[in-house]
């Protein structure tokens, strides 16, 4: 088996996000492109994903790219950069996941033609309030 780790370098990441980001901008994989890591105090599976030096039309450098990811004022500074729209949507995506995960359901009640949203976390007492709207 060759070495695959003599590259680990500013140009990798274990960070899927951000190995999205790259390649949205034309940042392509390296010809050993993923790596998965077990053991040496790791919890589980680490996945590495190598890149290239830079984007396939010479205007992105991978390590310039990966530091913009990390600065968090950087899209500010750069607001129409289409790496800064991507790392925009890619940390809404995540706040909206972590809404969804953290969200009370609603349950669907429907009586008489008409329907209401309950909070599955409702007391009792609000519960019949609900109810006795519908």
């Known amino acids: 088996m060759r070495q695959i780790f003599s590259h680990l370098s500013t140009e990798s990441t274990t960070n899927t996000g951000l190995a999205a980001a790259l390649t949205a901008i034309g940042i392509p994989l390296s010809h050993q492109p993923i790596a998965q890591i077990a ?23 991978t390590k310039d790219m990966i530091a913009a990811w990390n600065d968090e004022a950087w899209h500010m500074k750069n607001p129409e950069h289409p790496f800064a729209y991507i790392k925009c949507a890619l940390a809404n995506r995540e706040k909206l996941v972590d809404k969804v995960k953290h969200n009370i359901a609603l349950a669907c009640v429907k009586r008489r033609g008409k329907i209401a949203l309950i909070p599955m976390n409702a007391s009792p007492q609000e519960q019949d309030m609900y109810l006795r709207n519908i």
């Open 39 to 61: 053991g040496d105090g790791i919890k589980g599976e680490r996945t590495i994903w190598f890149f290239e030096p830079a984007s396939l039309c010479g205007k992105h450098a």
